[in-house]
């Protein structure tokens, strides 16, 4: 039996104005882009003023740590993927699982953060050291409240599915889903942009 | 089991990056390198993980066009610095 998402009993609409997840999120979408997106254009435009102090500043960041981070997004966005996938089966016990899962590698980020944020702190690198430190504890911050709002979203999410109401249990987690990965390509921009390119 | 197919390329990049950004004397370039993995990471997540493939070709095209413009500007500034 093949159980590509091609085969559920409620195809992805196509529609301008109703994108996966609804419109509202997409819009939020869009507009984190550009608020994350204006602050990595600061990040830049001052790199280029001071690029010694911004490559003496990112040099005690920790890329191992960064990596990590990065590996343990993609690893939740893969499992809440796979929690739309088997919603859209039908299958809401398999999606809450797959949501577990991803709450538990989402806790997994927000812990790791913290240790960098608790040795930043030891080492006295706090947020108006310099412009380089300003920014990282700016948009990393911001993201990582991103990454916390979300996992409430799906704890939210998992204890609000109601039976008999799959394309509306679907069409909730879809939503929860983009505002998860949105956190994801928000990361995946960040994590070059602060820990490798200086 | 395509989901786990992006994953796995979205592993095999991320740790290409942190490879050839610790390995690799590439200068200036490695902004550049670094910052078009992340886009086709970008992409990868975009398209498949949030299912853009399926949407209107507006949010496919306004998304990436995004990603692609910050991912250009910080390459590209960096690469001019």
């Not at chain 1, 700016?138 to 008999?164: A, C, D, Y």
Request: aromatic share 14%; charged share 10%.
């Amino acid at each position: 039996m093949n159980l590509s998402p091609a085969t559920v009993s409620w195809p992805v609409k196509s529609e301008l104005s109703n994108p996966p997840g609804g419109l509202l999120i997409w819009i939020v979408i869009l507009l984190e882009l550009f608020t994350f997106g204006l602050g990595l254009l600061a990040l830049v435009v001052y790199g280029r003023q001071e690029p010694e102090l911004f490559q003496s500043a990112a040099a005690h960041l920790d890329t191992h740590l960064g990596l990590l981070n990065t590996l343990v997004l993609m690893g939740s966005g893969f499992l809440m993927a796979q929690s739309v996938y088997f919603a859209r089966l039908g299958n809401l016990g398999k999606a809450k699982k797959w949501i577990g899962f991803t709450l538990l590698l989402g806790a997994l980020f927000v812990a790791i953060k913290t240790f960098e944020y608790t040795q930043k702190l030891g080492s006295g690198l706090i947020m108006d050291d310099n412009m380089f430190f300003t920014l990282y504890w700016l948009l990393t911050g911001f993201h990582l409240i991103h990454v916390v709002v979300g996992m409430v979203i799906l704890i939210v999410l998992s204890f609000s599915f109601k039976s008999g109401k799959e394309e509306e249990n679907v069409e909730n987690l879809v939503s929860g889903a983009a505002f998860w990965h949105m956190c994801d390509l928000i990361w995946l921009l960040l994590f070059p942009a602060l820990y490798l390119i200086y | 089991m395509k989901n786990a197919i992006v994953f796995s390329l979205l592993v095999g990049l991320t740790l290409s990056t942190g490879w050839i950004a610790q390995y690799m004397e590439m200068g200036r370039n490695l902004a550049v390198l670094v910052m078009a993995l992340a886009m086709v990471k970008f992409s990868l997540v975009a398209l498949w993980f949030m299912e853009l493939v399926h949407a209107h070709l507006f949010w496919k095209r306004t998304i990436l066009f995004l990603g692609a413009l910050f991912a250009l500007i910080v390459g590209g500034l960096a690469l001019a610095a």
